[in-house]
């Protein structure tokens, strides 16, 4: 006899995927918040990033081709994808293969392993966006036509 309804059970490697990363990000959020130093430090030689678990530590500005802003299909979040010259290197320096693994995904999807978004740091991104873009640009040399 046909029924009416349509029954889809839980997957339970899903879920264990999704308890393992929420309950890994929330422990590498929670450490961020108890941790007395900033999220970003933007300089003459480059930034270094504290903002999140994929953080990416400093990059240089040597290392930087350009900066492009992202954002996720759908969603309203918008990111700030740093083009590096050699994305491979900053793969190969990190010591976890899970963040290295997440940056791949990021280097695969949008074009760079560094990605940075205003959701821990305290200003808009806007604000984060002009101050790496500034920064950047007075890296670059001057050229006179």
């Not at 309950?23 to 450490?31: E, S």
């Not at 400093?58 to 900066?67: A, F, K, L, N, Y």
């Not at 918008?78 to 899970?98: G, V, W």
Request: charged content about 25%.
């Amino acid at each position: 006899m046909p029924t009416n309804e349509t029954i889809i059970l839980f997957s339970k490697r899903k879920l264990t995927k999704l308890l393992f990363f929420s309950v890994g990000y929330g422990l590498l959020g929670l450490r961020q918040i108890v941790k007395k130093r900033p999220g970003l430090v933007i300089d003459k030689t480059g930034f270094t990033d504290y903002s999140s678990g994929l953080a990416a530590g400093h990059v240089s500005w040597s290392d930087v081709r350009g900066i492009k802003i992202v954002s996720l299909p759908g969603h309203k979040q918008r990111y700030i994808a740093i083009i590096l010259k050699n994305p491979h290197a900053y793969l190969e320096r990190q010591s976890s293969a899970l963040k290295r693994k997440a940056m791949t995904l990021n280097l695969r999807k949008y074009g760079s392993p560094v990605q940075l978004s205003d959701t821990s740091l305290r200003c808009t991104f806007d604000e984060l966006h002009y101050h790496l873009q500034k920064h950047f640009d007075r890296s670059r040399p001057y050229v006179l036509n």
